[in-house]
Nanobody, 118 residues
Framework: QVQLVESGGGLVEPGGSLRLSCAVS????????MGWFRQAPGTDRDIVAS????????NYADSVKGRFTISADNAKNTVYLQMNSLKPEDTAVYYC???????????WGQGTQVTVSS
């Protein structure tokens, strides 16, 4: 069974950086794409970035383009989200998710809190 565990969240000042990690265990070949999502209190869970496991295609929400970078390490079964130039509006719980043969993101991690505040 596929399990996802996020880490790397925390408190950072505006303009700072954080790198989130998502360790994937029990991965199968049907998992072909990974995504990072975020959810702030009172809002919907929105996709931030996605990537295929062979790193040949990455996509970003407009709000994070040029600031965030998603990458995947096949050898370590880990997906990363490098977040630079963080803003207070980036504050949210960040989740990673796996997209498999169903075409849906159907396996989720527990989330990691990111707080951007001075």
């Amino acid at each position: 069974q596929v399990q996802l565990v996020e880490s790397g969240g925390g408190l950072v000042e505006p303009g700072g950086s954080l790198r989130l990690s998502c360790a994937v265990s029990g991965r199968t070949l049907s998992s072909y794409q990974m995504g990072w999502f975020r959810q702030a209190p009172g809002t919907d869970r929105d996709i931030v970035a996605s990537i295929t496991w062979n790193n040949d295609f990455a996509n970003y929400a407009d709000s994070v383009k040029g600031r965030f970078t998603i990458s995947a390490d096949n050898a370590k079964n880990t997906v990363y989200l490098q977040m630079n130039s963080l803003k207070p509006e980036d504050t949210a719980v960040y989740y990673c998710a796996s997209r498999g043969s169903s075409g849906n993101y159907d396996i989720w991690g527990q989330g990691t809190q990111v707080t951007v505040s001075s």
